[in-house]
């Protein structure tokens, strides 16, 4: 069975400062994907970033990267220059190569001080 | 283009009743999945429809089950309601599935409350 944990119910962050969110995951298969979401209080679910366990190099999109470390599956977020516009709840999420089925962290709520 | 549209946004109910919750997805998605989203269990896999077809399912009871229509658009019906399934049920939409990676497009949700 796959798990997906993540260990800070909470964060905050000061606006234009750097934060990261933490996931750790399990998963017995070679071929998966994983993905960070990002929940605003709107409460509809957008991708942030995704990466694909096959590539060795870490995703990036705009402020948001991530740090893939497949021996120790962990699949970290961070988020740079922080703006008050990212304040919301961020789901890390693992999705196994042939299934349908994400399987979701409980999240992290990110506050963000402005 | 128009996103994945859930019908209604909040939804009061009495125990014992059903339910039926409607997602129409993005235009040209096959694939439609649902979620269950709760405090304590967090988000769950409700199961996917694609080409009206029921492909994959979650560990639900058979309270809950769906369907897909000819033009993807979904349902997803829960019989005789309990207080716990009280919820904000969450539908995304892709392509052909996402079983590839692809990304999972989703609605704002179905917030039900359970009385």
């Known amino acids: 069975a796959q798990t997906v944990t993540q260990s800070q119910p909470e964060m905050s962050v000061q606006e234009a400062e750097t934060v990261t969110l933490s996931c750790t995951y399990d998963?017995?298969?070679?071929?998966?994907?994983l993905f960070w979401y990002k929940q605003p209080p709107s409460r509809q679910m957008i991708l942030v970033i995704r990466?694909?366990?096959?590539?060795?190099q870490n995703a990036t999109e705009n402020r948001f990267s991530v740090n893939f470390q497949k021996a120790a599956k962990s699949f970290s977020l961070k988020i740079s220059d922080s703006q008050l516009g990212d304040a919301a709840m961020y789901f890390c999420?693992?999705?196994?190569?042939?299934?349908?089925?994400?399987?979701f962290g409980k999240g992290t709520k990110l506050t963000v001080n402005p | 283009k128009a996103g994945v549209t859930q019908t209604p946004r909040y939804l009061i109910k009495t125990r014992g009743q059903q339910v039926t919750l409607s997602c129409s997805p993005i235009?040209?998605?096959?694939?439609v999945s649902w979620y269950q989203q709760t405090p304590g269990q967090g988000l769950q896999f409700l199961f996917e429809?694609?080409?009206?077809?029921?492909?994959n399912k979650g560990n639900f009871p058979g309270r809950f089950s769906g369907r897909q229509f000819s033009n993807s658009r979904s349902e997803m019906n829960v019989s005789t309601l309990e207080l716990g399934d009280s919820a904000l049920y969450l539908c995304?939409?892709?392509?052909?599935?996402?079983?590839?990676?692809?990304?999972?497009?989703f609605g704002q949700g179905t917030r039900l409350t359970v009385v």
């Open positions: 998963t017995s298969e070679s071929d998966y994907y």
């Open positions: 429809y694609f080409s009206e077809t029921q492909r």
């Open positions: 235009s040209g998605h096959r694939s």
């Open positions: 999420a693992l999705l196994q190569g042939g299934s349908e089925k994400l399987v």
């Open positions: 995304a939409s892709s392509l052909v599935g996402t079983s590839g990676g692809a990304e999972a497009f």
């Open positions: 990466q694909e366990a096959y590539k060795q």
